[in-house]
Nanobody, 127 residues
């Protein structure tokens, strides 16, 4: 499956952004979806994940209460609503798809659980 992220940009601290990840193909509902971020020189880190049916959702502690992940299996899109943004949220954000762990039987915060990745979208939060 091909994934394309968009919606990144420059925002002031305290502001909001909504990221989108569109999937090509007709098997989107077969995948759990996740969002990760990466800053230069550091490893990619988990942000949020949602199982294929949206029954189970995971968040990193650093974004709980500020970010919301959701999906629309008709539109083949997963969303990341980012509120109360902080300068430390500045990073490239990637979406990813997991076929092998679509039901979330294993924790979806591990990079190894994902089969496909998008190219990333830059989010910059100014102080």
């Amino acid at each position: 499956v091909q994934l394309v992220e968009f919606g990144g940009g420059l925002v002031q601290a305290g502001g909001s952004l909504r990221l989108f990840c569109a999937a090509a193909g007709n098997t989107f509902s077969s995948y759990a979806m996740g969002w990760f971020f990466q800053v230069p020189g550091k490893e990619r880190e988990f942000v949020a994940a949602i199982t294929w049916s949206a029954v189970t959702i995971y968040y990193a502690d650093s974004v709980k209460g500020r970010f919301t992940i959701s999906r629309d299996n008709v539109k083949n899109t997963v969303y990341l609503q980012m509120n109360s943004l902080k300068p430390e949220d500045t990073a490239v954000y990637y979406c990813a798809a997991s076929f092998s762990n679509a039901y979330g039987d294993r924790w979806l915060g591990a990079i190894s659980q994902y089969d496909y990745w998008g190219q990333g979208t830059q989010v910059t939060v100014s102080s």
